[in-house]
């Protein structure tokens, strides 16, 4: 085995391990635990509304159950904000200067 | 002994690669970033849906709303006592939430009213909450509707401004766990009294009514009773619910085939590059290869190795690259096509997944691809006479 050789294989041989040890770190750290589930299904329970806070223009994205038939329509004149999902979230920043 | 590993065959590609340098760094780095984009676009999704699957069988089996000219509007509570009649039905709650405009910092709460002395709920309350314990004149708060809060120097109490125009103070009794901040974020949670009296819902009103039907077969029967019952009503049942999740991915999954697209089609462009043949000093190396004693079979397990390990490089680079981007850095710019622009946005911890099939799949869309487009090319030249490939 040249240097070269050796080289590559000991490249190898880190990137394998950087990726194991990686896996492992996450998998410890950033999986979620049986408890932070139970704490989910709890307050999901609780609440009986189980989407997440997340928000990307789609319509019905957070809480469904309480959208309208006609959220469907960006301009749905209902609505304070300027498009249709904006019921857990802030409307722009540029939208709103007027 | 013949599939054995030729390890100066290895060398000779290990050589060949340096000599092309920059080439060989560019093609490494396209392909890395390549690999790292798809990965970690499929173990955002991965994860999103994993957290969303969690939850999905803490949902509601039956929820029931009033409409009124197709717009939600409140339901009777006398409903409940009708509902309990229906056979196959074990328990009806009327809930009371809705969303609340804090004008000042130009974003919604969820406000969501319970019965805070009913035991069931403040076992519930003690285990998904760092300190405080809910009371008539208290909340509890999402860490995102704190800070918004905090913001607007609201530290130990809110007002709510009531429809009338008057104010509701209710005091700040604790805020949400870290662990469910991707669900409770925007959420507050206080007693159905005060709730009612901030938006200004009669006692004998609800938002809606849950239902929980005994026989889980019986779901879709009983939601069909209900809405003939209740013409007007609106009866979404849990796998309603379930399958507008699928609706949000649906979404989501057009633009991240856009990207999956570009990237994809990045990657094409580079394969087709090399696919349209090898250069004139390729095409000599190899003929020269052939003059000198090498056999087809040699001169492709070359190239084999050469793709192989540029490629299986770029692979594994890109998979570590992309688990630190997502899981550790939490997706910066990438996560903004969930999170949106929002004052309420939560930070994007997402649980760490780890998906073998999102591994192959990126795998095997790129690795063996490249492999084959350098080694075809190889055979087209390497079956040729050395002396026409010289020349």
Known sequence: MNKKSKFTFYLFLLLGGILILQILYLGSEQSMTENMREKKVLFVQLTGLPDLALYSNSNYIRHRSLSLPSDIYALDGCLREYDSATYAINDSTIASLK | ?391
């Open chain 2, 1 to 391: 002994m013949k599939n054995k590993i030729n390890i100066y065959l290895m060398e000779y590609a290990l050589g060949s690669i340096l000599r092309q340098g920059h080439k060989s760094i560019f093609i490494a780095v396209v392909f890395t970033l390549l690999s790292a984009l798809l990965t970690s676009i499929f173990f955002i999704t991965n994860s999103i849906k994993y957290e969303l699957n969690t939850t999905v069988d803490a949902l509601p089996q039956i929820i029931v709303q009033n409409t009124k000219a197709s717009r939600v509007a409140e339901i009777d509570i006398n409903s409940v006592d009708k509902l309990l009649n229906l056979p196959g039905i074990s328990n009806v709650n009327a809930r009371v939430w809705g969303y609340y405009y804090f004008a000042n910092a130009g974003v919604n709460f969820t406000l969501v009213g319970v019965d805070e002395f009913e035991e069931q709920y403040s076992k519930t309350l003690g285990n998904v909450v760092n300190t405080g314990k809910l009371s008539s004149s208290s909340m509890l708060i999402g860490s995102g509707v704190r800070d918004i809060m905090n913001s607007s120097y609201y530290k130990d109490y809110f007002n709510f401004i009531k429809p009338d125009g008057t104010i509701k103070k209710v005091e700040i009794a604790g805020v949400f766990d870290s662990d469910i901040e991707l669900e409770s974020n925007d959420m507050i949670v206080m007693s159905k009294d005060t709730l009612r009296e901030i938006f200004g819902i009669q006692e004998s009103k609800a938002t809606d009514l849950v239902v929980k039907v005994a026989n889980l077969e019986e779901i879709n029967t009983v939601a069909l009773k209900i809405e003939q019952m209740f013409p007007n009503a609106r009866v979404i049942t849990n796998d309603d619910m379930k399958l507008s999740y699928e609706n949000i991915f649906n979404y989501k999954s057009g633009i991240f085939l856009a990207l999956f697209v570009v990237a994809i089609f990045t990657f094409f462009i580079i394969i087709y590059d090399k696919m349209s043949g090898l250069s004139s000093e390729q095409k000599r190396e190899v003929g020269i290869l052939k003059a000198i004693g090498w056999r087809v079979e040699d001169v492709l397990k070359e190239k084999f190795y050469e793709s192989l390990i540029v490629s299986l490089f770029a692979y594994f680079l890109g998979v570590i690259l992309a688990l630190a981007y997502v899981y550790i850095f939490n997706a910066p710019l990438l996560r903004d096509i969930f999170i949106g622009y929002s004052d309420l946005k939560p930070l994007f911890k997402i649980s760490f997944v780890l998906d073998f099939q999102t591994l192959f799949l990126v795998f095997f869309l790129s690795v063996p691809i490249y492999i084959a487009a350098t080694i075809i090319p190889s055979w087209k030249v390497a079956t040729l006479e050395a002396d026409d490939v010289i020349r």
